[in-house]
């Protein structure tokens, strides 16, 4: 069966900083890339406006099945889940705060609910090898970065993007989740190094007030073992 299908990426230098989104819209004949730039913005936000400026694209299309697939957590619930919070609460989070990105979510799921029923979400893994889901991230990259790359609007027959393919590279993802997993592991310590000195601290308050403002090299502990190794490691550039 025919169907729009939608790769989607966004990209902030520094996190608020200088940011680009890129999508990819393709049906059975053709394919249109998109990209554009924020000179002061968040990685979600570029995400959010990647997804909308897609489903604006798709939904001038003749009518068919919508696949989008994005690596953004943040994208798919707002749009599957937390937006009924939302709107109950007077576009407020659980927590009281106001919603980030209002501005765009609002015209956005006005959009989404009128479409909402062609719409299927997939969550990839980014960085993990998918086709679609790289050039996405190249589209939002080189526009983060002010390096606009020509971008392609032509048939899907001479597209050269494999769009289907969604295997990925399995060494790569378990890489990414070994990485999530030490991010949010308790600390045993942090490490620094600074002019070649290695040493240890039980918080991160003492570590950041060796580092800051140095050339300096630090990472989390999160075992003795774990720091050993980070010490070792540290040594080498004395």
């Known amino acids: 069966m025919s169907r729009i299908l939608i790769y989607t990426d966004g990209s902030s230098r520094g996190n608020p900083g200088p940011g680009g989104w890129g999508s990819i819209v393709a049906d ?3 394919v249109h890339e ?3 730039f924020e000179a002061h913005t ?4 570029m995400e959010l406006l990647a997804v909308c ?3 604006t694209y798709a939904a001038t299309l003749p009518e068919q099945p919508i696949v989008v697939r994005s690596d953004s957590a943040y994208v798919i619930n707002g749009a599957t889940k937390w937006s009924y919070g939302w709107h109950k609460r007077g576009w407020k989070t659980l927590d009281g705060k106001d919603v980030s990105n209002r501005e765009l979510w609002e015209p956005f799921l006005a959009l989404y609910k009128s479409i909402a029923r062609r719409v299927t979400w997939e969550n990839v893994g980014g960085h993990i090898n998918i086709p679609g889901n790289e050039r996405a ?3 939002a990259t080189s526009f983060a970065l002010k390096e606009p790359l ?3 609007h032509g048939s899907r027959a001479a597209y050269g993007v494999d769009l289907e393919t969604v295997a990925h590279d399995e060494e790569k993802k378990q890489q990414k989740s070994a990485s999530r997993t030490h991010a949010k592991a308790k600390a045993y310590s942090y490490v620094s190094a600074v002019d070649g000195v290695v040493m240890t601290h039980k918080t991160w308050d003492e ?3 060796r580092v800051e403002g140095k050339k300096a090299r630090y990472k989390k502990s999160i075992s003795p073992e774990d720091e050993a190794v980070i010490k070792q490691e540290f040594s080498y550039f004395k």
């Open 28 to 30: 059975s004949e053709a």
């Open 34 to 36: 998109m990209g554009g």
């Open 42 to 45: 968040t990685n979600n936000r």
């Open 53 to 55: 400026e897609a489903l």
């Open 137 to 139: 991230d190249t589209i």
């Open 150 to 152: 020509e971008l392609y």
């Open 207 to 209: 570590c950041k007030r």
